[in-house]
């Protein structure tokens, strides 16, 4: 899911958490974490196409799969666990509470519009299968091709060229 819509879920689920009687610091986290948690995405940009790769191709490198391993550590049921047990913990701390929340609401909501395996989201899951990509998301409308497959595309998305090594 792209980032536009995950801050507007975001923003609905953080609204309503607050409408709902929850405090203003479970509200602000659960709305940052409900989109701040993709940014591990650009972890695996950098292992992928290194440090001075053209990051202007950040997004479509997802979206059009030049990715022969996805990481996406904070993507990770086995976090969410551990989260609330976190949670549990500090005696249900607000903060901790809404970065919870968010959490879980970000992953329902890739794990259904991402193509996502049954387990594809869970960390242990990808690592014993070698972080591969198309076994987590084997239902996405475009396969992951890696970055060879960004070579072969270079005629229809030129731009790319410049992130392949
Ligand atoms: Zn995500």
């Not at 940009?45 to 290194?50: K, N, S």
């Not at 193509?115 to 990509?133: D, I, K, T």
């Not at 198309?134 to 070579?151: D, K, L």
């Amino acid at each position: 899911m792209k980032v536009e819509h995950h801050i507007a879920f975001s923003a609905a689920v953080s609204g309503s958490l607050y409408a709902a009687g929850g405090s203003w610091q479970m509200a602000v986290a659960a709305f940052v974490t409900g989109f701040a948690i993709d940014c591990d995405h650009c972890g695996d940009y950098l292992v992928e196409f290194g440090v001075r790769s053209n990051w202007r191709n950040f997004f479509r490198s997802f979206y059009e799969g030049y990715y022969t391993r996805i990481y996406i550590p904070f993507h990770s049921w086995e976090l969410l666990f551990l989260l609330g047990v976190v949670a549990y913990l500090s005696e249900w701390n607000q903060w901790v509470v809404g970065v919870l929340l968010g959490a879980v609401q970000h992953m329902i909501v890739d794990q259904f519009s991402n193509g996502a395996a049954g387990l594809g989201y869970s960390f242990l899951w990808r690592w014993f299968g070698g972080f591969e990509p198309n076994r987590s998301f084997p239902y996405r409308r475009t396969p992951f091709v890696g970055p060879r497959g960004a070579a072969v595309k270079i005629p229809v998305n030129p731009k790319m060229n410049d992130d392949v090594p």
